[in-house]
């Protein structure tokens, strides 16, 4: 299986910070990365696919770099609705796996 | 707007089989290009994803599941469910399901179900 590994964990921030959380592939996934944004109860959201591509809606705050094992998930002037945990996932192989999650909580 | 939503019961006995099915509306499950997956998160822990099925009743199981679990289709009714067998208190989980594109992107979700495995 890829592992898949998100750090930090978690991280306090303010209204109008800039926000970098990172992910990790055990082996070279390409460019098959994507990010989702899940709020407390409910189901997570597509933010990012393919590394970079911002979904269709997603705020241009949101932006995604990275290749190959080292991924970056960027959210630039973080705002309130902004407060939530943020997955990795891979999709290169079965099993499609996801990293632990990064929350991200009001400073 | 396509919408999904789990149904099913909440709580299931060890060593039985968990059972829940996701009602698709807003779009045909048959002939759609896109696949359909159940995925699960324990409380408060991360996401796993179980598999998925396509509308012609081909499969795609996590090897970690594989001998368990059985996803199928039913187009007649837009609905595609979920059988995990011999369950432990560790099946225990939100699941949810989800449509899938064919290169493996999750969305959109339904709202998920609790399954509680408790005797």
């Known amino acids: 299986d890829i592992q898949m590994t998100q750090s930090p964990s978690s991280l306090s921030a303010s209204i109008g910070d800039k926000v970098t959380i990172t992910c990790r592939a055990s082996?070279?996934?390409?460019?098959?990365l994507n990010w989702y944004q899940q709020k407390p109860g409910k189901a997570p959201k597509l933010l990012i696919s393919?590394?970079?591509s911002l979904h269709s809606g997603v705020p241009s705050r949101f932006s995604g770099s990275g290749s190959a094992t080292d991924f970056t998930l960027t959210i630039t002037s973080l705002q309130p609705e902004d407060f939530a945990t943020y997955y990795c996932?891979?999709?290169?192989?079965?099993?499609?796996?996801f990293g632990q999650g990064s929350k991200v909580e009001i400073k | 707007q396509l919408h999904l939503q789990e149904s099913g019961p909440g709580l299931v006995k060890p060593s039985e089989t968990l059972s829940l099915t996701c009602t698709v509306s807003?779009?045909?499950?048959?002939?759609?290009?896109?696949?359909w997956g159940w995925i699960r998160q324990p409380p408060g822990k991360g996401l796993e994803w179980i598999g998925s099925?396509?509308?012609?009743?081909?499969?795609h199981y996590n090897p970690s599941l594989r001998g368990r679990v059985t996803i199928s289709v039913d187009t007649s009714n837009n609905q595609f469910s979920l059988k995990l067998s011999s369950v432990t208190a560790s099946d225990t989980a939100v699941y949810y399901c989800?449509?899938?594109?064919?290169?493996?992107?999750?969305?959109?979700w339904g709202q998920g179900a609790l399954v509680t495995v408790s005797s």
């Open positions: 989800a449509r899938l594109t064919f290169d493996w992107l999750f969305g959109p």
């Open positions: 807003g779009g045909p499950i048959s002939g759609s290009s896109y696949y």
């Open positions: 099925v396509y509308y012609s009743g081909s499969t």
């Open positions: 082996q070279n996934i390409k460019t098959y």
């Open positions: 393919s590394a970079s």
């Open positions: 996932q891979q999709s290169y192989g079965n099993p499609y796996t």
